[in-house]
């Protein structure tokens, strides 16, 4: 099943609360303050960056599936909120950028893109000097989390330590990275345990 599919659905009370939490943490781990643009990029329905919009001058969410970004738009228009902009792309295979950000941030976006050093070089590319990159995503796991996802084809998470070193390899400086939360995933026939880092490069 695609993101176009679990669009409507995606929305639940457990991601909505995650995304909170998620959104606090990019606050305290980076600058961030309302002369600054940022892009999120995997943005799904949002959540990330409607915890952040009014802390920032602007915000441009890009992701590849329409379905998600029909349900960015309508939350847009439904709380009148004008500093985002939507782009349908993907970031993995298209080149196609107007402008350069101060901030680039992502949840659970990476382990889902195959080649990890292309993309961590564009968004390189994509950001001002000395703007800042901030990532969210799985520690490294056995599998189980994306058991019964059919086609899932990505990152059993990540090895802190190794995403490290592809930012620096990228020319990030200033690379860290810490654990910062806790969960528990219910895979049908188990509840599984994980935990998401983050890890921040400057340009």
Known sequence: MGFDEYAKGWDTVKRITRAKVIAKEIESFIPINNRLSAMEFGCGTGLISFNLYDKLKEI???DSSEEMLHMVKSKAETYKVNNVAIKNLDISTNNVFEHKYDIIYSSMVLHHINDTKN?????????????????????????????????????????????????KYAG?????????????KDIGDEVIDYSLFIIKGVK
């Open 172 to 184: 990030f400086k200033e690379v860290k990275a810490h654990t910062f939360y806790l969960d528990t």
């Open 119 to 167: 993309v961590i070089s564009k968004l390189y590319e994509l950001l001002h000097n000395e703007g800042y990159l901030c990532i969210i995503d799985l520690n490294k796991e056995d599998g189980r989390f994306h058991k019964n996802e059919a086609g899932f084809c990505g990152h059993n998470g990540f090895n802190q330590a190794e995403l490290i070193e592809i930012f």
């Open 60 to 62: 441009t969410l890009i």
